[in-house]
Antibody
């Protein structure tokens, strides 16, 4: 079964840092591009970042560029999101999602909640 | 940035009825790169349709997608109780950033 499991969320003060992880199983992780998507409480979906299978191509949303860093370890079947200089508006559930062959997101993990508050 | 506008914001229907959800883009989206997702409360989104009209694995055939250019539609032919949820359209691969519509809430009438 294809599965993505996020971890690392929690409560952090404004200006702080947090590192999210996404553990993949049930498929050849090294063959797929991956994404992070977030959803603020009661709001819609916002794409955050993309990384290609070999890490050669990386993209970010403007809202996180310069503060967040996406990375992956294909040997550990894991995706990461290093989040620095966190702001109140970064409060959200963060999902990792795999690119299907067409580029749509399938599947998604269950999400991990990041709360930025003093 | 391609802005996706979904309508209506909320759709109230009864089980057995037909649902038609709209997604309009601010500029042309390649049909190969338009997807629809379903999200139920407390759950992650689930891919329904990709490439504007291709059903994802395991998605019932009562779900269908159509459209091109700037106008896309998700149709649910006969609503089942489990179909009441929030639906999002997404454009991907056509232009960065990847964007989602604001969602349509499908509620039981």
């Amino acid at each position: 079964e294809v599965q993505l499991v996020e971890s690392g969320g929690g409560l952090v003060q404004p200006g702080g840092s947090l590192r999210l992880s996404c553990a993949a199983s049930g498929f050849t992780f090294s063959s797929y591009s991956m994404n992070w998507v977030r959803q603020a409480p009661g709001k819609g979906l916002e794409w955050v970042s993309y990384i290609s299978s070999s890490s050669s191509t990386i993209y970010y949303a403007d809202s996180v560029k310069g503060r967040f860093t996406i990375s992956r370890d294909n040997a550990k079947n894991s995706l990461y999101l290093q989040m620095n200089s966190l702001r109140d508006e970064d409060t959200a559930v963060y999902y990792c999602a795999r690119d299907n062959p067409s580029g749509a997101f399938d599947p998604w993990g269950q999400g991990t909640l990041v709360t930025v508050s003093s | 940035e391609i802005v996706l506008t979904q309508s209506p914001g909320t759709l109230s229907l009864s089980p057995g009825e037909r649902a038609t959800l709209s997604c309009r883009a601010s500029q042309s989206v390649s049909s190969s790169y338009l997807a629809w997702y379903q999200q139920k409360p407390g759950q992650a989104p689930r891919l329904l349709i990709y490439g504007a009209s291709s059903r994802a694995t395991g998605i019932p055939d009562r779900f269908s997608g159509s459209g091109s250019g700037t106008d896309f539609t998700l149709t649910i032919s006969r609503l089942e109780p489990e179909d009441f949820a929030v639906y999002y359209c997404q454009q991907y691969g056509s232009s960065l950033p990847i964007t989602f519509g604001q969602g349509t809430r499908l509620e039981i009438k």
